[in-house]
């Protein structure tokens, strides 16, 4: 079922600046489409046309094949494609119009003229210009023929012919982003031993059509003629369409015509065409052994003789090698040594793999205000990895530190010390806790801090200041607990004295009524608490200022009377977001309390408290380690070939997810594993692993 149908741009020649879009299925026909557009442009219907599509800036191409269906002609969504209409005198607009511009450096026509044909079909093609194309009237064989996609007549000659071609120097015309596909065809044509075979026909006796792992043999036919024709030294450059519709035939992901990864391409197109050419009809079944102390050249000759019962090509001839791969049992003296055919290296690059992570350190000693550090961690590490770096580089225990993301006062993340460093964004600020893990009763609880707008108990209340991750007995009374919190936040926070009635509203002057700043707008925005602005902020900010500072006295006063000292702030269970209440904390001072991991913790904050006790440029202070300052511009880094080699061949432990089951001990273990080349190809293919994936 075909859900989202092909959108196209389509225009007349004589006017390609006004397009129209019309959505098509994959199934429809070139000719159903060339029927939409006669009546899309009103052209009549004794007017001969033809169409041509556009897949590049400044290529065309004519759609002379009109049974063809958009999926047959590899037609890509948002392509142009253009409707042509023939003159009265039997000749096509952009013919006249290429012809005109002879011995010029460019052509003026929106659509180049198409170019000359092969040899031999110079004829045909002057028979197809005078023939009703447009009107269903059959076209010649050689201009049909660059449609025929089924590997054995197709050819390449729609591309640019010259008398001044010279063989191999032929460029390859893009079809959409295929500059990958075009960069491993032109490498393979610039073999030799790939050029003698396939130019001189020698391929065609080895195509083997009935090997259940080839293409049917069209892969080797469609490259094969891609070959030839870059080599007859009749081009300048070709449109290896046939051959790109041949691969998308047989490997889907390369059927679009966006980027694609070239390394991907070649293993396919040099496993494709081993087995279109495999020379083996039948192949037997061979049996591994293994080295069982057998002298490594007796080994590797088994191993290649096997490979070659089954596997007879020119492709295994050019480009295939040998790698000897031993692993040594960590338990037992058991030594496997193998040999394994291989079409390329992929190499890795001895690259330093680290990156440097921006945090802030807020140390368990509450005195000591947060520190900035710039942290060399390794890429692919843990958060565990980062603790274990900040630890060495601040001097206290790494595994007593949290990581944590902080975002609008609250914690978007608390990470675990198994959680992958790539979670961490460039953009995050994160927050390093230094907790006590030496006490087993203590329990990691966050802490928000939240500032009521006003001093009822029922009040709504905003988070304010950086939150806290703070080590708290499990069980403890809520005197402790207050007394606790207190002390984390020693630095900016000092305690009212006994004396202090703090609570209690100022004074009123007598002329409050007379538009006293305490008492002006009181219905409209002077509620209360450092976080809320008064409306009038913007056009009278002399008054906000003071109004914004100052309690809704007169909404208040009852609940000012209180007789008593009232603590700084009341303490809530919360939500992770610290939005929403689940429970308060009793205040009664010997009330048992009882925390765990799991609990947030709120502490709202009486608005007259915060005010006078709550020192918020103390709070925000925070120094600078030497690291911070530390040159963050990575030296350009040279890479030998040699170096990857060395890396490649360095013995390596396995890991848990890749271990070998030794038969000695019959069971898995993360063995050692080397490689060595044993033999190289006549042409060896290097892939460099520029890019890494982390789950």
Known sequence: VEVYYIEFQLAENSNLEETKKKKFSKSDTLEHIQNVMREEFNIATEADTRLWNKYTSNTYEQLARLDNTVQDAGLFSGQLIIIEIKNEDGTWPRQARSTGTLGTNGSTSPIPAPPPQPLGTSSSFDKKEGSP????????????????????????????VSDKAQPGICGLSNLGNTCFMNS??????????????????NYLEDINEDNPLGMKGEIAKSFGQLIKDMWSGKFTYVVPRAFKMAVGRFAPQFSGYQQQDSQELLTFLLDGLHEDLNRVKHKPYVEMSDSDGKADSDVAMEAWDNYKKRNDSVILDIFHGLLKSTVVCPECPKVSVT?????????????????QVEVFLVYLDPLKPPTQFKVTAPKNGSMGDLCIALGKLANVPGESLVVTDVYNHRFHKIYTSDDQLSHILDRDDIFVYETDNTDSNNVTVPVYLRE?????????????????????PQSCTSSQLYDHLLQRMARYVSRPAEEDDWWKPPPKSPDSGQGDDCSMEQGEGSSGGSSEESPTSETEPGKASTAAETPDDDMLSEEEEVVGPLKMFSLHLVNS??????????????????????NYLSLDWHPRAKQKFFNEKAAEDFSQDDSWHGKTTPKK????????????TSQEKLGADDAWYCPNCQKHQQATKKFDLWSLPEVLVIHLKRFSYNR
Request: aromatic share 10%; with cysteine.
């Open 637 to 648: 880094q040279v890479i030998k070939l040699s170096e990857c080699l060395k890396l490649y």
């Open 452 to 472: 009521k707008k006003n001093c009822s108990s029922y009040a709504p209340s905003n988070l304010f200041g950086q939150p806290l991750l703070c080590s708290l």
């Open 339 to 355: 040999f394994d055919p291989t079409c390329y290296l992929s190499l890795p690059l001895p690259v330093k793999k680290e990156r």
């Open 184 to 201: 491993i065809i032109q490498g393979l044509s610039n073999t030799p031993e790939i050029i003698e075979y396939f130019d001189n026909d």
């Open 133 to 160: 194309v447009g009107t269903g009237a059959s076209t010649s064989t050689a201009s049909s023929s660059r449609y025929n996609f089924s590997g054995t007549s197709a050819t390449y000659g729609d591309g640019g």
């Open 577 to 598: 977001y610290g939005n929403a209440q689940i429970e308060p904390i009793s205040e009664q001072e010997e009330e048992a309390i009882t925390l765990n991991s799991k």
